[in-house]
């Protein structure tokens, strides 16, 4: 299945611009290792022009065309922007899974989980309309006041290749529905599709800077967007060292950042469980988008009564995976994203073997596949809380299970660790679910099942994972700011001062 990559530059001021330093970067299909095309390399000069192009959107007219449009003028281009990702999807998926890995049919699940996004917040961005100018009750006659909610400004989005374009959809989305003007800056190992998407903006007409797509490296595109003066803020989503980077840039400035990071989710398994269901949602949460994935419940603590049982049918279910060339039908794993995070992840499996735990199941490249970057699923037992494997996120294909005996032993395994994104509890008492998922140290709690995502509900972490919601009306607030009004409406002079005309 041959396809076909665009050659694109970088979309600065709804144009097509070659970066000033005319750098490009190879693409590489993390499958066959072959490069298949080249993206643009943004730099700090290219910065500087798209943050000057949006600077011009949210000012031009006097803010009419953008910023302070109504929400429904907004809503148009976004609902706009979902049909062109809808009529576009096959295409849209086939780059996605030649660019990051990731099975073509997750990839064609993630392009109608963009088109969504774009149209629940075209549907949000109507509803900011009538929320305008809200009152405040308050205790005094004199007064009257309400609430404005405004765009912040300039914002730039820094997103990860795991989700290459739905990760974009969910900063983006809202930024805009909020008519706020941004400057994505995709991760260097998967743009393809956020290219794609700023064609998809020209299709439809989006005002000029608007949105600015460049593409680049980190420390040469996203260090000089973070720390720029003229950018109002700044989303990420991306590891916990560079996310602490981007903090530490935007605190020069006070400048407002959401920070969506790390995880070492935890996945609770009771001893009253279907093992079957138990097994399939237990892979799924560590195995799914090739394991590169925040949230991913990639420790295991499982109830001691069934642990050896239920981990022969999870190693069945494991070994029953396909991996292939994610283009291949029925592809439920393909490589990791490159050569980098491969040398990576089977340093993570020889350390945990070195430290002493014991690799039940995969942690190979499969024999049927002598190229691209494949690790077979990967089990590891015999953990210790103080072993790199448990602490760590791998973010690969790479499960590690421990036991448990009490419900209060197994929130302690649960909550003990640095991140707090995700958890998921596979119970048959919904009562213990309830309290378990209350104990929980996480932003996301899963009951019964593990990773669903709906873009109406908050998706966010505590801890090293970040802080900020992304996702819901949460999403949005995002990119608004709060102005008070008050007006005193009295005739009656205020009457504080003496007045000079009655002396």
Known sequence: MAVQIPSRMLFIDGEWREPVLKKRIPIINPATEQIIGDIPAATAEDVELAVAAARRALSRNKGKDWASASGAVRAKYLRAIASKITERKSELAKLETIDCGKPLDEAAWDIDDVAGCFEYYADLAEGLDAKQKAPVSLPMETFKSYVLKEPLGVVGLITPWNYPLLMAAWKVAPALAAGCAAILKPSELASITCLELADVCREVGLPPGVLNIL???????????????????????????????????????????????????????????????????????????????????????VHESIAKEFLDRLVKWTKNIKISDPLEEGCRLGPVVSAGQYEKLLKFIS????????????????????????????????????????????????????????????????????????????????????????????????????????????????????????????????????KQVTQYVSNEPWGWYRSPSKL
């Not at 399939?280 to 295991?300: D, H, K, P, V």
């Not at 019964?448 to 009306?473: D, I, M, T, V, Y």
Request: net charge negative; glycine share 10%.
């Open 215 to 301: 593409t680049g490296l980190g420390p040469e595109a996203g260090a000089p967007l973070a720390s720029h003066p003229n950018v109002d803020k700044i989303a990420f989503t991306g590891s916990t060292a560079t996310g602490s980077r981007i903090m530490a840039a935007a605190a020069q400035m006070v400048k407002p950042v959401s920070l969506e990071l790390g995880g070492k989710s935890p996945i609770i398994v009771f001893e009253d469980v279907d093992l079957d269901k138990a097994a399939e949602w237990t892979a799924f949460g560590c195995f799914w988008t090739n394991g590169q994935i925040c949230s991913a419940t990639s420790r295991l603590i």
């Open 351 to 482: 350390t945990a073997a070195n430290e002493g735990a014991t690799i039940l199941c995969g942690g190979v490249r499969p024999e049927h596949l002598k190229k691209g970057f494949f690790v077979e699923p990967t089990i590891i037992t015999d953990v210790t809380t103080s072993m790199q494997i448990w602490r760590e996120e791998v973010f690969g294909p790479v499960l590690c299970v421990k036991t448990f005996s009490t419900e209060e032993e197994a929130l302690e395994l649960a909550n003990d660790t640095h991140y707090g994104l995700a958890a998921a509890v596979i119970s048959n008492d919904l009562e213990r679910c309830d309290r378990v998922s209350k104990a929980l140290q996480a932003g996301i709690v899963w009951i019964n099942c593990s990773q669903p995502c709906f873009c109406q509900a908050p998706w966010g972490g505590n801890k090293r994972s970040g802080f900020g919601r992304e996702l819901g009306e949460w999403g949005l607030d995002n990119y608004l700011s709060v």
